[in-house]
């Protein structure tokens, strides 16, 4: 099943090969920053191949083309890896009560945890469960890459990421991180307000216990 895909995918590189292009760069990435390796196995005995796709966001200021991950593709057994994940509970506040928060005083920060998911490392016993097909040329033999990190579309790892930072939230010693963390983000998306703007305030501070968790927010702005 995620061979057939695979080589589908690569007819449409051959009628589309911008997209080719920035698919290689997203793969050169993803193996540059360490969320993938080369299996050592090309057809390990307890595996899952996930399928993916591209989806082009026009609108996306950041990256137009995104990877997705099919994890809900069916196997020649009848099920997906998702089929078979537990899901988890919700960690994380509801967004109602976030965005009461939010609105309580006059300056507002919106951010976004960059490339949250991949920051979560998977546990080595059960990466063979996120292996892909992969080559970047049609004269090269296909390779087996191992995702090493967190994998969106993949149903356990919403739970799994939220989880991971409200753990950052624990472990901080400064309690108004701490509370930034725990009951202002949702999913990824940091949403929190102050009377004032200072050096010493939440907004100045907010991203320091993330960011030593390897976590890194993107401000979107600070509006008066």
Known sequence: MARRRFISLESRFRKQPEIKS?????????????????????????????????????????????????????????LSINDIQMIGPTVQDSLFNILIRFRQYRYVLSADIEKMYRQGL????????????????????IQTLRLNTLTYGFASA?????????????????????????????????????????????????TYGPARAGLVPRPHRIPA
Request: hydrophobic share 35%; with cysteine.
């Open 122 to 141: 998977v546990n080595e016993s059960d990466q063979n469960l996120q292996l892909i097909l992969w080559r970047d040329a049609e004269d090269k033999p």
């Open 158 to 206: 919403s739970f799994l990421a939220t989880r991971c930072l409200w753990q950052v939230g624990e472990e901080c010693e400064y309690d108004v991180i701490r509370a930034v963390i725990q009951e202002h983000i949702y999913v990824n998306d940091l949403l929190t307000s102050q009377t004032v703007v200072e050096p010493r305030s939440s907004f100045c501070c907010c």
């Open 22 to 78: 920035a698919y290689v760069d997203f793969i050169e990435e993803y193996r540059k920053l360490g969320h993938l390796a080369i299996s050592e196995v090309d057809r390990p005995e307890l595996a899952y191949f996930v399928p993916h796709h591209p989806v082009i966001r026009e609108d996306s200021e950041s990256t137009r083309l995104r990877v997705v991950f099919d994890a809900s593709a069916r196997t020649s057994s009848g």
